[in-house]
């Protein structure tokens, strides 16, 4: 794997709700990011009632060169986003999900949902970290010229390459317009 361009530890603020069903206990929502936050690990932040927020945990923001494009679609949207993944094997019944992965990227975010394995949030980005992309989109993005295709002058259609399915033995193409049945005299 290559090395990252840029990094930035970021904390996961989660906040858990009592759950609207039976068979849900709890709601877990992925409320806010920490820009350069401190490592935690499910540390209680704050409570009201029964909902609960915790920072569930900082991991590195990775920036690679090669995603830049992403990157750009990432921030160029009306509400900015940055995607934590977590897994559902948490380190207590208490808390059931154990953070994986922190990204910038939708298109990486996106190939996290399509598994169905993960559980992937989507969290607003904070004016400062979607600045922080933007520069750094700004110094490695290069937009790809758009190369039109020429055709080239080539007939391709003057030679019919055989006639139809080479088991079935007749002189004229296997996929005809059926005609009159013939009979044998």
Request: hydrophobic share 40%.
């Amino acid at each position: 794997m290559t090395t990252p361009n840029a990094t930035m530890p970021l904390g996961i603020v989660m906040r858990k709700t009592p759950g609207a069903t039976r068979w849900a206990k709890w709601g877990w929502k992925a409320v806010a990011v920490l820009p350069g936050a401190a490592p935690a690990d499910w540390l209680e932040l704050r409570h009201e009632g029964e909902a609960v927020e915790y920072h569930a945990g900082t991991l590195p923001l990775n920036l690679y060169r090669g995603e830049a494009e992403a990157y750009l679609a990432g921030i160029s949207v009306r509400d900015p986003s940055v995607y934590a993944i977590f897994q559902s094997n948490g380190p207590s019944p208490d808390l059931p999900l154990r953070l994986h992965l922190v990204t910038a990227s939708p298109y990486e975010a996106q190939d996290y949902m399509d598994s169905g394995e993960e559980v992937v949030e989507k969290i607003p980005m904070p004016p400062a970290l979607v600045d922080w992309v933007r520069a750094f989109v700004a110094d490695h993005y290069e937009a790809e010229a758009f190369v039109k295709r020429r055709r080239d002058m080539q007939r391709v259609d003057t030679k019919q390459e055989g006639k139809g399915d080479p088991r079935v033995s007749q002189l004229s193409d296997v996929y005809r317009t059926p005609g009159r049945k013939r009979t044998l005299q």
